[in-house]
């Protein structure tokens, strides 16, 4: 689909950003990598190799190589290191950082011994792993030798078997394909094999929080990996029988005093989707345009990547909100249909707008000037937020794209705003954070803070 940029109209006190993509981020701020460039060599750009020391079977040779109709990154040595943890070989982003999210990535092996996903990756003494082998290796101290698929934590050296199955095998040598998927979620953790959950954990102890992700090997012959990719984590779907009040997990909030109130959020039918439905008109005739809005609770992100899904069957105000920490502090996205002006003193059109709410006190950072969604029908929409920088699309084609240079509030929960709306409807919500680091200087670096927490802790 060819992209659309709008014009946008940015305050003073806001630059906008121009930069290179990060090779590692598609155009709307999503992680993924397929492994393409077929180049000769074993210096990954972005990746960190490990070699397990005095490791049999070293060094490591990670390379390019086409397998089946694909070209993916191999791991051609059969290096292997001693003890039952399987620490052979591994790559992991570089300086790069996840806590919530789905992250995939395609297999296969024409051997059968360990093969790996790491994800919160801080150091060779820090992260998490889920690996499985067809090779029947000890899985723990203690116990008999096995096929098996487990998850493990490796925090300050010491390791954690978070859960373990011997029921059956993974087919992980049989030279097709396989996805191997782990879904983060604070402390909680899902695995997927083929599609299939086989594991949900919920790590009890001192959990790491945030990190890096990486593909892993242990005396595998050959072992290729493709199509590794980062993805939000499903907040809510809102398929639920709860139809005739505010949705579990979720608040509602209305401004005193409105018209055609009160508001009215609940589960509902747009169709046949089920989705998170306003179906009150409620209004307050102002300039801030506050009506009412419904907030996701206990839950508070900084850097994310924010996915919902829209239907209006109104040409009014509807508005994401992210960054929430109270009624009086916010950050919104709103677009509207109707001729109305996007501040004061501007001519009235239909507009996408960019303000946040500090203290009670509205200030528009961006706008644009033209309708970015079209009545009865759904529309995807996402939020990224990524240091200083934010940036909004609908429907791929992206609509703000603006520095603050004066970020508040820095974090907070997410949630969806009505205003005049006689029915809207959300859906699908995802978020992924924290987005990897920024690449533009502006932006603090946090790498070697994870670090330092994830060492410095108990």
């Not at 011994?113 to 820090?126: H, I, S």
């Not at 929430?324 to 004061?344: C, G, H, K, S, V």
Request: hydrophobic share 35%; aromatic share 12%; proline share 5%.
């Amino acid at each position: 689909m060819r992209r659309k940029f709008l014009p946008v109209f940015i305050w003073s006190s806001l630059t906008i950003l121009c930069l290179s993509p990060c090779s590692s981020l598609d155009a709307q701020g999503v992680y993924s990598e397929n492994f393409n460039e077929m180049l000769p060599t074993v210096v990954l750009e972005g990746w960190e190799r490990y070699d397990e020391p005095l490791a049999e079977g070293s060094p490591s040779l990670w390379v390019y190589k086409r397998f089946l109709d694909r070209v993916a990154i191999a791991q051609i040595s059969n290096i292997y290191g001693p003890g039952v943890h399987h620490r052979g070989t591994w790559i992991t982003r570089k300086d790069e950082v996840w806590r919530d999210g789905s992250i995939r990535v395609l297999m296969t092996c024409t051997d059968n011994d360990v093969v790996g996903l790491l994800f919160r990756y801080v150091d060779p003494q820090n992260f998490y792993v889920f690996d499985m082998t067809e090779q029947k290796r000890r899985p723990w101290d203690g116990m008999q030798d096995s096929r098996w698929a487990r998850v493990q934590k490796c925090r300050n050296g010491e390791y954690t078997l978070l859960t373990l199955d011997e029921s059956r095998t993974y087919h992980n040598n049989d030279g097709i394909w396989h996805e191997m998927r782990v879904d983060m979620q604070g402390d909680h953790f899902q695995f997927f094999f083929d599609g299939t959950q086989i594991f949900d954990v919920v790590d009890p102890s001192q959990p790491i929080m945030e990190g890096s992700i990486g593909l892993a090997s242990w005396a595998q012959s050959s072992v290729l990996f493709d199509d590794l990719r980062v993805d939000g984590i499903l907040i809510d779907d809102f398929n639920r029988d709860v139809k005739s009040t505010t949705p579990p997990g979720w608040t509602a909030y209305e401004e005193p005093g409105l018209r055609e109130g009160p508001a009215h959020w609940q589960v509902g039918k747009i169709g046949d989707e089920q989705a998170l439905v306003q179906y009150a008109n409620a209004h307050k005739p102002n300039d801030d345009r506050r009506g009412t809005w419904i907030v996701l609770d206990d839950r508070s992100w900084r850097r994310m990547t924010l996915d919902w899904d829209m239907y209006n069957t109104d040409d009014d105000v509807a508005g994401v909100l992210f960054h929430y920490q109270d009624a009086e502090n916010f950050y919104i996205m709103e677009m509207t249909l109707q001729p109305r002006a996007p501040d004061r003193n501007l001519e009235k059109t239909p507009w996408a707008r960019l303000r946040k709410c500090v203290s009670g006190e509205y200030r528009v950072i961006a706008w644009v000037g033209e309708a970015v969604y079209q009545k009865n029908r759904w529309h995807h929409g996402r939020i990224t937020v990524d240091g200083l920088q934010i940036r909004v699309w609908m429907d791929d084609n992206l609509v703000l794209e603006v520095i603050d240079e004066m970020p508040a509030p820095q974090e907070g929960s997410i949630g969806f705003s009505s205003y005049a709306q006689q029915v809207v409807a959300f859906d699908d919500v995802r978020v992924i954070g924290p987005l990897p680091v920024p690449v533009y200087e502006s932006s603090p670096a946090i790498w070697g803070d994870v670090k330092r927490r994830v060492q410095n802790s108990p």
